[in-house]
């Protein structure tokens, strides 16, 4: 790198040092840090002690060709050489190509065999792992497991597994962007569509992760929800809409689980880029929820370096990249060195905090652990969608398998995404092994099964929408085949799929029996839906995301992915359930929509108080009996939608606000908790920059799901809102209570202000806030603001006004 300066024993040792190390370094060593090191990886200045953390993707696991890419981009770098091929930015197909030669037992050649030597070497230096990472159930399944504990030991398994590689940040852990539409390419690394959903099942994997002394990373903030012109899409938010529905997730993390590591998103909100963007990046994120941590870019998501650095996106990725204009703007004023030292401190500090850094010590893989926590995320996120009693299956059975997904599910995505694993989740083996070979057939025509299981598959793909929610045309083919089969065969068919979203399945719901959404589920995928398909552990996945019926019924069709490079999201706070409440349209499946093997029933809502002032730090706790009437033990799903018919700011017909997920045994009876803040009952409203809980009735309903809700109760909100008549109030809200017109009135009458002057504003300005109005009315009048007499007339107005009830108009 460039010349050594002596240090006098300044080492980064820990988050003390950062402010020594940071007076330490020269210009060009800041400017050096602020991009990456390498493909996937930080800097280093060996002279402070300042250490390169190494970042693969991790959306369902150790993404091994990066690791791979970004070992021999170093080794490049090193020798002086341009890094092009195998360290290219995001260009891992070759490493890719070359695991998977190596775990098929091909013997590599030539060029690539003395590259995989020079890796293994680089390998050698930080680990002692030489064996493939685990793959995990995808974001799509993770949400539907509606459960905190089983996200969260997904990430502390995908946590130690980077601990043991040497993998120093997880990006991806989690993907906190909303479920906008189906048709994204990315859904299946998302959550759900739904904030509260993801608040709480984000942070979890946040916690698991750095649990285990890896720094976790949120990605793309924010509003990261389409891949069409992902770099350059300017999305139109409202406001409302990223503080109710696309920040709540991120906000959780931050807030909720200390993360350490954030990554901007691709696309421009609202006319800036995300990496851009100082509203973003330094008063929400920072200001705002506090966050303490590193942000950096998406790979090549910095479009201007200058106004990065100034907005505070720490880390420009992927490097080596050219830092001149920021040097440039240093010299001629247009940056100033605090704004670049606060960059740099935030990666040091960064740097200094991470335990996997500060200590490298080799650890041994567990890969039973992580099996486990796959397994587990599985089980508990297939979803059943359909039930007509032909599951469980009893045994003994034969069965007949169609579909190549039943000889091995997706798993991932090819792009960062990408897992090179150890094992595959089969289905055919699981149930071969199970039932017996031959009780189980492959895309045969049996005069015998007791059931037909067709896997129906569909590809999720970084860079790329879907353009409709259609079945391949083989794949339909295929599926034709199965349910002919079953017919014939006289048995029940049953549609498993192994999906990346929602697809379009409603001309098919009437044919089958049983319908299970298997998403991507990682590698115990099989051995997890053998024991759903068999009935040793009853499903317990809900839908995190809506099936509409047909793709018209979208709430953003239309308007998705937009045209032109810009996206407008019209459909503001309805996304998902939300818009198909408010339109009444009725979805294929509902949001939170889930079957099981036994059946529960909830009873006796009630509330520990009935009315509660709108103070935010209070709340009240909901309670509700639930009793497993089945005769199978199972876990439940509680689902807790709040509904508020609002005087101000139109709210959704229902939200969901909180859940549980009990293990009930077959008879048994408990009474379940949920507390409720009154912050969490709260709208936003961006003419005040506040969430706002207005007095008023707020109906609580529980059930399970968004259209199966069992129970209610309701809770009474007393207090002040900036919605009370004063300085904000709109004129025609005054207007629309004839007392408070003439309260009005009466007051200014005195100044020469007549109604006259009010009813013209009323016509042209009618939404002109009173406070607006009344300093409007001083100049045109000539009054002076300072006249006792005035001041004592306003406050008399406001006073007057505060106590009476805003009228709706
Ligand atoms: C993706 C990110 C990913 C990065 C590094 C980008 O193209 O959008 O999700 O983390 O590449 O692989």
Redesign the pocket.
């Known amino acids: 790198m460039q010349t050594v300066i002596k240090a006098p024993n300044v080492q980064l040792n820990g988050p003390d040092s950062v402010e020594a190390v940071l007076k330490e370094l020269t210009l060009e060593e800041k400017l050096y840090l602020l991009t990456g090191g390498s493909g996937f990886g930080t800097c280093a200045v060996e002279r402070l002690g300042i250490p390169a953390a190494m970042m693969v993707?991790s959306a369902a696991g150790i993404n091994l060709a990066?690791y791979f890419g970004d070992l021999y981009s170093r080794i490049q770098i090193r020798e002086g050489k341009p890094f092009k091929s195998l360290a290219g930015v995001?260009n891992t197909e070759e490493t890719g190509a070359m695991i998977t030669a190596i775990s098929e037992g091909r013997e590599l050649e030539g060029e690539a065999a003395e590259r995989y030597q020079k890796i293994c070497k680089e390998r050698r230096k930080i680990t002692d792992v030489d064996e493939l990472p685990t793959c995990f159930p995808t974001g799509m399944l993770l949400g539907s497991t509606w459960n905190p504990e089983t996200v969260e030991q997904c990430g502390r398994a995908v946590g130690r597994e980077a601990r043991c590689f040497g993998v120093n940040i997880l990006?991806?852990s989690p993907d906190a962007n909303i479920q906008r539409d189906p048709r994204g390419g990315r859904v299946f690394e998302c959550y759900t569509e739904d904030p509260c959903v993801m608040s709480t099942l984000a942070p979890a994997m946040v916690r698991g992760v750095q649990s285990e002394g890896v720094f976790a990373n949120a990605?793309?903030f924010a509003a990261n929800n389409q891949e069409t012109a992902r770099l350059k899409i300017n999305e139109t938010i409202s406001e409302r809409a990223l503080r109710e529905i696309y920040f709540p997730g991120f906000r959780a993390c931050v807030e909720q689980s200390g993360l350490k590591t954030i990554?901007c998103a691709?696309n421009h909100i609202n006319g800036v880029g995300c990496s851009m963007n100082r509203w973003l990046l330094r008063d929400v994120l920072r200001g705002e929820w506090g966050f303490k941590g590193m942000v950096m870019s998406?790979?090549g998501g910095v479009y201007d370096q200058v106004q990065a650095v100034r907005a505070g996106n720490d880390l420009d990725m992927p490097g080596v990249r050219d830092m001149a204009p920021v040097r440039e703007a240093l010299e001629n004023g247009q940056l100033s060195m605090e704004e670049v030292d606060f960059c740099v401190r935030n990666i040091l500090t960064s740097l200094a905090e991470n335990p996997s850094l500060q200590d490298p010590s080799r650890k041994k893989l567990d890969k039973c652990f992580s099996a486990e926590a796959a397994y587990h995320a599985a089980v508990e996120g297939f979803v059943l969608l359909k039930n007509d009693g032909a599951l469980p299956l009893r045994e003994p059975c034969k069965l007949a398998l169609f579909g190549e997904g039943c000889k091995q599910f997706i798993t991932t995505s090819r792009q960062?995404s990408r897992v090179f694993s150890y094992k595959q989740p089969r289905l055919l083996e699981e149930l071969e092994t199970r039932l017996g070979k031959d009780n189980v057939r492959f895309e045969e025509f049996p005069t015998h099964a007791d059931a037909v299981l067709i896997t129906v598959q569909s590809l999720g793909t970084?860079g790329k929408d879907r353009p409709d929610l259609q079945i391949d045309a083989e794949q339909r083919e295929m599926l034709e085949r199965g349910l002919d089969a079953a017919r014939r065969a006289g048995a029940p068919a049953i549609l498993l799929l192994n999906i990346a979203a929602p697809i379009d399945i409603s001309s098919y719901v009437e044919r089958v029996d049983a319908i299970i959404a298997v998403y991507y589920p990682g590698i115990e995928g099989a051995r997890a839906l053998a024991d759903v398909l068999l009935g040793k552990i009853s499903p317990s996945g809900h839908l995190s995301i809506t099936y509409p019926r047909r793709v018209e019924d979208c709430p953003a069709y239309g308007f998705f992915p937009g045209a032109s490079y810009s996206a407008l999201y019209n459909e503001d706070i309805y996304v998902g359930y939300r818009y198909y409440d408010l339109k009444d349209v009725s979805p294929l499946y509902p949001f939170g929509h889930g079957l099981s093997y036994t059946t529960f029933a909830l009873s006796n809502a009630r509330l520990d108080v009935a009315q509660v002032n709108q103070d935010f730090a209070s709340g009240c706790t909901l309670y509700v009996d639930i009793e497993n009437t089945g005769d199978c033990d199972a876990k439940a799903v509680v689902q807790v939608y709040l509904h508020h018919a609002s005087n101000v700011l139109p709210r959704p017909v229902r939200e969901l606000k909180a859940f549980q997920k009990p293990f009930l045994r077959k008879g048994e009876k408990r009474t379940l908790s949920f507390r409720l803040s009154i912050e969490q009952l709260a709208a936003f409203d961006p003419r005040f920059h506040q969430w706002i809980a207005e007095p008023g009735e707020y109906v609580l309903e529980a059930g399970f799901s968004s259209r199966d809700l069992r129970v209610r109760t309701a809770l009474q909100v007393s207090g002040h809102t900036p919605y009370d008549y004063g300085k904000h109030t709109p004129l025609r809200q005054i207007a629309a209570n004839p007392a408070a017109y003439a309260a009005l009135l009466e007051n200014f009458a005195p100044f020469d202000v007549t109604r006259g002057d009010f009813e013209d504003c009323l016509k042209y300005f009618p939404d002109k806030e009173l406070g607006v109005i009344v300093q409007e009315l001083l100049v045109n009048k000539h009054l002076s603001g300072d006249d006792p007499k005035l001041c004592a007339a306003i406050s008399q107005i406001y006073d007057e006004l505060k106590n009476m009830q805003p009228v709706l108009c």
């Open positions: 993707d990066q995001t990006m991806g990605k793309h990554m691709y998406d790979w960062s970084e």
